[in-house]
C-alpha cells in the first residue's frame, strides 16, 4: 500500500498570508494525485487533480505542484473562508488519503 | 450535472448490518464510478471500495473485504453500501463519491468529483 504523509497538521495564518501544504508519497505516483478541501460538518470538495490542474470553479489562488513522491498545495492570500481541513490523495491504485492539515485563519 | 443524494442517519447495535443508499441523479448509475468512503468523528478520510474501471469491477479496501458488500441498483440509479457485523469502530460519517476520469496530454487521471452530503451511521448498545 502507499502511504501518504501531510505537513503541518495544523497552521494558522492571517488574512492574506501565502499558506504551503506539503504531502508525501510514500513511493512515486507520478502526478496521480489530487487535494481537497472539507469544511466542518461538510462533505470534501475536489480542489485540484492530476497534481497541478484546478478544478472548475475553485479559485486561482488555490495551486499545486509536485510529481513523483512530494506535493505541494499553496494558497496564495489566504480568505477566511479558506478555514477548512486539507487532504491529498493518491489514485495511482487504490485510493488513499493523507491525515489532513487543518487551517484556522488568526 | 451530477447529484448524489444519501439516505439518512442510523442508528444500530453491535453485530448488526446497515445499508447505506446513494441515489444519482443528472447521469445514468451505469455511467459513473462510485465509491464509497467513511470518516470516523474527528478523524481522516478512509476509502472502502468502489468501482474499477479499468478491470469493470468492485473492489474493496483490505480492511472491508467481506464485510462490506457495493451493490448498484441501475433500474433505480441508486447505489447502496451494506456492513455488516457492526462495532462501535464503525461508528462514522459514511460517503458516496463519483469518480472522474480527466484526461490531460494523452494520461488519465481519476478524482473524486461529486460527493454526497454523507450518512451518519452509530454503532452502541
Known amino acids: 500500500d502507499i502511504h501518504m504523509t501531510q505537513s503541518p497538521s495544523s497552521l494558522s495564518a492571517s488574512v492574506g498570508d501565502t499558506v504551503t501544504i506539503t504531502c508525501r508519497a510514500s513511493?512515486?505516483?507520478?502526478?496521480?494525485f489530487n487535494w481537497y478541501q472539507q469544511k466542518p460538518g461538510r462533505a470534501p470538495k475536489l480542489l485540484i487533480y492530476?497534481?497541478?490542474t484546478l478544478e472548475t470553479g475553485v479559485p486561482s489562488r488555490f495551486s499545486g505542484s509536485g510529481s513523483g513522491t512530494d506535493f505541494t498545495l499553496t494558497i496564495s492570500s489566504l480568505q477566511p473562508e479558506d478555514a477548512a481541513t486539507y487532504y491529498c490523495?493518491?489514485?495511482?491504485?487504490?485510493?488513499?488519503f493523507g491525515p489532513g492539515t487543518r487551517v484556522d485563519i488568526k | 450535472q451530477v447529484q448524489l443524494v444519501q439516505s439518512g442517519a442510523e442508528v444500530k447495535k453491535p453485530g448488526a448490518s446497515v445499508k447505506v443508499s446513494c441515489k444519482v441523479s443528472?447521469?445514468?448509475?451505469?455511467?459513473?464510478?462510485i465509491h464509497w468512503l467513511r470518516q470516523p468523528p474527528g478523524e481522516g478520510l478512509e476509502w472502502m471500495g468502489g468501482?474499477?474501471?479499468?478491470?469493470?469491477?468492485?473492489i474493496y479496501a483490505d480492511n472491508f473485504q467481506g464485510r462490506v458488500t457495493l451493490i448498484d441498483d441501475t433500474s433505480t440509479d441508486t447505489a447502496y453500501m451494506e456492513m455488516s457485523s457492526l462495532r462501535s469502530e464503525d461508528t462514522a460519517v459514511y460517503y458516496c463519491?463519483?469518480?472522474?476520469?480527466?484526461?490531460?496530454?494523452?494520461?488519465?487521471?481519476?478524482?473524486?468529483?461529486?460527493w454526497g452530503q454523507g450518512t451518519t451511521v452509530t454503532v452502541y448498545s
Open positions: 463519491a463519483a469518480a472522474r476520469e480527466y484526461e490531460l496530454l494523452n494520461n488519465y487521471y481519476y478524482a473524486m468529483d461529486v
Open positions: 443528472g447521469y445514468s448509475l451505469g455511467q459513473l464510478s
Open positions: 468501482f474499477d474501471p479499468e478491470h469493470d469491477e468492485k
Open positions: 513511493q512515486s505516483i507520478g502526478s496521480h
Open positions: 492530476a497534481a497541478s
Open positions: 490523495q493518491q489514485s495511482y491504485t487504490t485510493p488513499g
